[in-house]
């Protein structure tokens, strides 16, 4: 069954969005990538442009494969152009209202075999399937950030989930190049349940003045081997995006580890995000 797939969606274009259509793309299935204006879809498009254009530039692709896999990926704003998907990845953001009109939509849209799956990282995978007639073909498939890079993706099965649903998207997982993990429908999944209390530490430590930005970080990409310290990576990851699943998880478990620090919900009400806004613990203008 799974070898028949060739057509995804992919609703949203953001950030996250615009690397899953790449990642798809990459691996040979036919995209159509919707988002809700043409100005967003222009958006969208020039971010999967950038980053196939430095691949050509790092020599990591000929410019004929750039043309080949953008050649896979078709843009709309109509989500009526997915009434043909097999498989669609939502990744609008983080708000129960807009997955609510956008699952509405694929409900109505989809054939019944279509699988839905969301890339929430703060919102409850079951929650959105009940918001469908098909609960048992909604399943989270969580990418991280940059997704066209990091291997991992978590299979988030629900309740209602078919273990079919949940076999099917780890096939799919494998076929774009990513690790599957297969996880239940708990706030944070598993790698966000230990990712972002450590991030919250790592802002404390730095709201308690114990060490500069550049010494935190630092310290963990010397003393662990990470790649990058946790206040560069709450930056990429979007300050609200930490803060979005931090408010999950202390909902679900009240356990203070998951408070979010005083100086990260502050730097998010002035819309200082991280990356994405331009200015978050360093300057990305
Ligand atoms: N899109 C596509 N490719 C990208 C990219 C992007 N946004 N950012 C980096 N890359 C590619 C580069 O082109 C480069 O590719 P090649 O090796 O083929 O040349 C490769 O990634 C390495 O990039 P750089 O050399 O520029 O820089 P780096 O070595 O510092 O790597 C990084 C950058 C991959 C982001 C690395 O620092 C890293 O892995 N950081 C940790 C990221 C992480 O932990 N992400 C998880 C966040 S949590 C999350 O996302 C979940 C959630 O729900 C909140």
């Not at 995209?31 to 969208?44: H, K, N």
């Not at 009526?80 to 983080?94: G, M, T, W």
């Not at 580890?257 to 995000?273: N, Q």
Request: with cysteine.
């Amino acid at each position: 069954m799974v070898q028949e797939f060739d057509k995804v969606g992919v609703v949203g274009l953001g950030a996250m969005g615009a690397g899953i259509a790449e990642v798809f793309a990459r691996a040979g299935f036919t995209v159509t990538g919707v988002e809700i204006d043409s100005a967003a879809v222009d958006l969208g498009r020039d971010r999967v442009h950038a980053s196939m254009d430095k691949a050509v530039h790092k020599g990591k692709l000929t410019e004929a494969e750039r043309d080949s896999i953008l050649g896979r990926i078709a843009f709309s704003t109509a989500r009526e152009d997915l009434a043909n998907a097999d498989f669609v990845v939502e990744a609008v953001p983080e708000s129960i209202e807009i997955k609510r009109d956008v699952f509405a939509d694929l409900d109505r849209v989809c054939p019944p075999g279509t699988i839905l799956a969301t890339n929430t990282s703060s919102l409850s995978v079951t929650e959105i399937a009940a918001l469908t007639g098909r609960p048992e073909k909604v399943v989270g498939l969580h990418f991280f950030n940059p997704a066209p890079v990091m291997k991992l993706v978590e299979v988030v099965g629900t309740v209602g989930t078919s273990p079919g649903t949940v076999g099917v998207t780890a096939e799919v997982a494998k076929r774009i190049g990513k690790t599957p993990v297969t996880v239940s429908d708990r706030a944070g999944f598993v790698a966000n349940a230990l990712l972002v209390p450590y991030i919250n530490d790592a802002i404390s430590v730095y709201e308690r003045r114990i060490a500069s930005r550049e010494e935190i970080d630092t310290a963990i990409t010397k003393a662990a081997g990470f790649p990058m310290g946790p206040l560069t990576l709450a930056d990429l990851v979007g300050l609200d995006v930490c803060v979005a699943v931090m408010d999950v998880l202390w909902e679900e478990f009240r356990d203070p580890r998951y408070a979010a620090t005083p100086l990260l919900r502050r730097m998010v009400s002035a819309g200082m995000l991280g990356r994405k806004s331009g200015q978050g613990f360093y300057d990305h203008s």
